[in-house]
């Protein structure tokens, strides 16, 4: 069974840096696109930004600049380094990944549960 695990985050100052990351449980045969969203209290999830497989990357304006988001294909993980945070990137960070568990089976998407990232003011 396929799980996304993510670890980092933490609490930090505003303009400091944190990084999380997220990695498969088990062996994959191939992700496609990754992202990371992130969900603060009593907001709808945000779509912070997106990696597919050849590198590209799509970042939010509220992000860009600030965050980055890479990929080791070959550990099947995922990272976003967050510079100069504010207190409203307070939120839970979640990575998601379009997964091909195997050969035989089809794509679908995969959710980490979730790393409490907090910027104090």
């Known amino acids: 069974q396929v799980q996304l695990v993510e670890s980092g985050g933490g609490l930090v100052q505003a303009g400091g840096s944190l990084s999380v990351s997220c990695a498969a449980s088990?062996?994959?045969?191939?992700?496609?696109?990754m992202a990371w969203y992130r969900q603060a209290p009593g907001k709808q999830r945000e779509l912070v930004e997106t990696?597919?497989?050849?590198?590209?990357?799509n970042y939010a304006d509220s992000v860009k600049g600030r965050f980055t988001i890479s990929r080791d294909n070959a550990k099947n993980m995922v990272y976003l380094q967050m510079n100069s945070l504010k207190p409203e990137d307070t939120a839970i960070y979640s990575c998601n990944a379009d997964v091909q568990p195997s050969r035989w089976q089809n794509s679908r998407d995969y959710w980490g549960q979730g790393t409490q990232v907090t910027v104090s003011s």
């Open positions: 990696i597919i497989s050849g590198g590209t990357t």
């Open positions: 088990v062996r994959i045969f191939r992700i496609n696109a």
